[in-house]
């Protein structure tokens, strides 16, 4: 299954992905994309992945290091 997000135009495919929209980085899982989330509830922002300490694999997903988020 193939996903589309209109605003940026990112495909991406695996039910367990998630696309952030408000950065449009694809991550391997809820947990790999709560990891480039900060700061307090009611004014969460996002961090480069890269920061946040996640590995992007060959398909452009990003994953939680060292654990593979599947
Ligand atoms: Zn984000
Ligand atoms: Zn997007």
């Known amino acids: 299954m193939k996903i589309v997000h209109p605003p940026c135009g990112r495909e ?7 696309h952030c ?4 980085e694809t991550f ?9 989330r900060t700061g307090p509830h009611d004014a969460r922002r996002c961090v480069p992945p890269a920061t946040a300490g996640l ?6 997903l990003w994953h939680r290091a060292p654990y593979r988020d599947r």
């Not at 991406?12 to 998630?18: I, P, V, Y």
């Not at 929209?21 to 449009?24: D, E, I, L, N, Y």
């Open 12 to 18: 991406w495919s695996g039910q367990r992905a998630e």
């Open 21 to 24: 929209p408000a950065c449009h």
């Open 28 to 36: 391997a899982g809820t947990r790999a994309g709560d990891a480039h």
């Open 55 to 60: 590995w992007q694999d060959a398909r452009g």
